[in-house]
C-alpha cells in the first residue's frame, strides 16, 4: 500500500469520526435541552396535580420523584389513562340507567296530599288559581245557613 492510499484512509477515517462526534455532540445537546424543558415544567405539573386532586399531598414526594425520570412519567401517564378509562366505563353504565322508572317522589310528581293549601302555604294573599281554605270555609258557612 502506498502513502497516497493510506493517508487516503486515515483522511476518510477521521471525516467518518467527525461526523459521527458531531451528530453525538448534536444528540447531547437536544437531550440536554429536553432535559431543562422538563426541569421547568416539572413543579407547575406537580402542582397542577395537586390542584385537580390527581394525586393526594401525601403523594407529593413520590410523584415528583417519578416526573424526575422519563419512565417514572410514562407510569404516572399510563395511571392517569387507566383512572379516564376506568371513569368513561362508569359514564357509560350510568348511560345505560337513562330511563329507567323512578318513584314519583323521586321524580317530583306531587301526591294529592302535596297540593297547594292556603292554610300552610308561607305566602300570604298570594294569587292562585286553586280554591283556599278560606274559601272552602265560607262556602260550607254560606250553605249551612
Known sequence: MNDAASIRMMLDYIQ???????????????????????????????Q??????AIKMTQK????????????????????????AAQKQELAKQRINLGAPVSD???????????????TSPYVGRPTTQTRASDELWRQRVLEH
Do not use: C
Open 105 to 119: 317522589q323521586a321524580a317530583g310528581v306531587k301526591t294529592a296530599s302535596d297540593r297547594y293549601d292556603s292554610l
Open 48 to 53: 397542577h396535580l395537586l390542584d385537580t386532586k
Open 16 to 46: 467518518v469520526n467527525s461526523v459521527l462526534a458531531k451528530k453525538a455532540s448534536d444528540e447531547l445537546d437536544a437531550v440536554r435541552v429536553d432535559r431543562e424543558k422538563s426541569a421547568e415544567l416539572r413543579p407547575a405539573l406537580l
Open 61 to 84: 414526594a413520590a410523584a415528583a420523584e417519578a416526573l424526575a425520570s422519563h419512565s417514572g412519567t410514562l407510569e404516572l401517564l399510563k395511571v392517569a389513562v387507566d383512572m379516564l
